[in-house]
């Protein structure tokens, strides 16, 4: 069984990788496409507000940046006023021919949760908002679960970052909120947690990413664990890890725009059992770990 294992190459992705002038590039949603590795990046652009471009991959590991756009505030004509401070993390579910991008909205009114869909990276059509403010780490599900799709979110409420579940009969109708997680007092993740990736199928149920943050003085840590939840009742937690897998180490890790955070919104699971954990370190880069379903699930008994 394999543990964790950060690429020797990290980070794979930096801002000189970027064929135009953006102040960062991080915080990716990744998927096989065309049977190509696709990164939806998020990239903080000199003005300060987030916008997305892709980065395409036949390894996994070396990527090529496009060279414009895919995605920006100004492209939500219905809903402009919301993401109007930028377009952040994306996560990206595959649902039969369709990827659906579920990302945070940035504006005075506080972050939320929004959703589109793509079937080449190119064209979107934005659906709009499927929360209110203050809500983001969304994710979907890749199928329906009891005739439904489902989705996990953080919404804020007062000092409260819980993560919790909705169902819908058609991705834009959410209902049935139920909160299935809460940060465990007094550990790494004791102040907020947060989905960190879409769910991916297992014998033994739906494996999830999360973000845990735990605040030290004038400075927090963010760092990555893993959770286990049931098939066919997604609100019930199977297992939880107790350690983090993945915490910031090193100084590619550790300094940057926003120091000691390791983030990730995307991760691909290959035929074999390898899964590759795309991450950022301090929010000023894109780095990948690879480990196996495996040894995850272990981690969440
Ligand atoms: C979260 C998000 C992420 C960011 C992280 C660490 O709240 O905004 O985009 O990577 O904080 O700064």
Same mark, same amino acid.
């Given at each position: ?30 998927? #096989? ?34 060279? #414009? ?5 100004? @492209? ?74 489902? #989705? ?9 970052? @819980? ?11 959410? /209902? ?35 973000? /845990?943050?735990? /605040? ?13 939840? @049931? ?49 950022? /370190?301090? @929010? ?18």
């Amino acid at each position: 069984m394999k543990e964790i294992k950060k690429c020797n190459k990290n980070p794979i992705i930096t801002k000189s990788d970027v064929p135009f002038i953006v102040n960062s590039i991080f915080n990716p949603g990744a998927v #096989k496409f065309n049977d190509r590795y696709l990164l939806v990046c998020r990239v903080e652009m000199p003005d300060g507000r987030s916008s997305f471009v892709t980065a395409e991959s036949d390894n996994g590991y070396d990527f090529k940046v496009a060279d #414009k756009l895919c995605l920006t505030p100004e @492209d939500h004509k219905e809903c402009y006023e919301y993401v109007e401070w930028g377009i952040e993390d994306p996560r990206i579910t595959p649902v039969d021919d369709t990827f659906y991008l579920t990302y945070t909205g940035y504006s005075k009114y506080e972050p939320l949760v929004i959703l589109a869909e793509t079937k080449d990276f190119e064209k979107f059509k934005i659906h709009g908002i499927i929360s209110e403010p203050s809500n983001k780490d969304c994710a979907v599900f890749p199928e329906q679960i009891n005739g439904y799709y489902w #989705k996990v979110d953080r919404p804020t409420a007062g000092n409260r970052n @819980d993560i919790w579940l909705s169902k819908s009969p058609d991705m834009i109708h959410w /209902g049935e909120y139920k909160c299935i997680m809460e940060p465990s007092k007094g550990t790494w993740e004791t102040q907020k947690i947060g989905n960190s990736s879409p769910p991916i199928k297992t014998k033994d149920g739906w494996l999830m990413l999360y973000h /845990g943050v735990r /605040g030290f003085g004038s400075s927090i840590i963010y760092k990555i664990g893993v959770v286990l939840l @049931d098939l066919n009742k997604p609100w019930i937690i199977k297992g939880r890890t107790k350690v983090p897998i993945i915490f910031p180490e090193y100084d590619y890790e550790r300094i940057g725009d926003v120091g000691n955070v390791t983030f990730s919104n995307g991760w691909i699971a290959e035929q074999d059992g390898e899964v590759k954990i795309y991450y950022s /370190g301090a @929010d000023s880069n894109i780095c990948v770990a690879t480990t196996n379903i495996n040894y995850l699930l272990s981690m969440c008994k």
